[in-house]
């Protein structure tokens, strides 16, 4: 079974070089040797990676012979954010939940402080 | 190198089966045994899956010896939505600019019918 739209452009995604490779295009388009440069690798190490963005679709190559410029195409970009944005609900609430956590704490914080000066046991 | 965290989750998230996984922690958490039913999977391959989205930060899983129940945890996947948001303007464009070639070519359509007309060259 060929991997499914989705998972191409998520495995496409999930290494440090091609995102920055996808960073470098979004500034314009860029030849092979031009990409290669801020990478210190090699042009075959380049292309493999230019061919995984290709097959997910994340870029598109020119076919003119020798200079194959690369852009950025981001449409698979949409369908993932729109997967994830499922989940939306879940990041909010876990990062609510740490905010009440937080605020619970400084209340805590607040309250024994008071104490301990109600106390006169602050060191002056 | 160890993959970056970003690696990771895109890493985790390239696959339909863990893709299902999420979705089914997404109404609540399950054992291993409850998950694996609706996928006709080995125990085994659920445990794998299950172990790369735990290693990702998308799940995490409760410490009672013979029940551990899994649940969702979706940080992750704010941090991917927050890196590929900036490629929004990108995917954006791209439909604006689809949008805009639809939008010619029915005016080019409704041009050349109107041509036709005009013509009397309409089969009545």
Do not use: N
């Amino acid at each position: 079974m060929s991997p499914d739209r989705l998972s191409l452009t998520f495995a496409a995604l999930a290494d440090p070089t091609r995102r920055a490779i996808l960073g470098r295009l979004s500034r314009g388009g860029a030849s092979v040797t031009e990409l290669a440069g801020p990478f210190d690798m090699s042009l075959p190490a380049i292309s493999k990676h230019l061919g995984v963005l290709e097959r997910s679709g994340l870029i598109a190559r020119g076919r003119r012979a020798q200079w194959r410029p690369c852009r950025l195409k981001a449409k698979p970009m949409k369908e993932a954010v729109d997967w994830l944005e499922h989940y939306r609900r879940f990041w909010e609430q876990s990062f609510d939940r740490l905010d009440d956590y937080l605020r619970e704490l400084q209340a805590k914080e607040k309250k024994q402080t008071r104490g301990k000066k109600d106390g006169h046991s602050k060191i002056c």
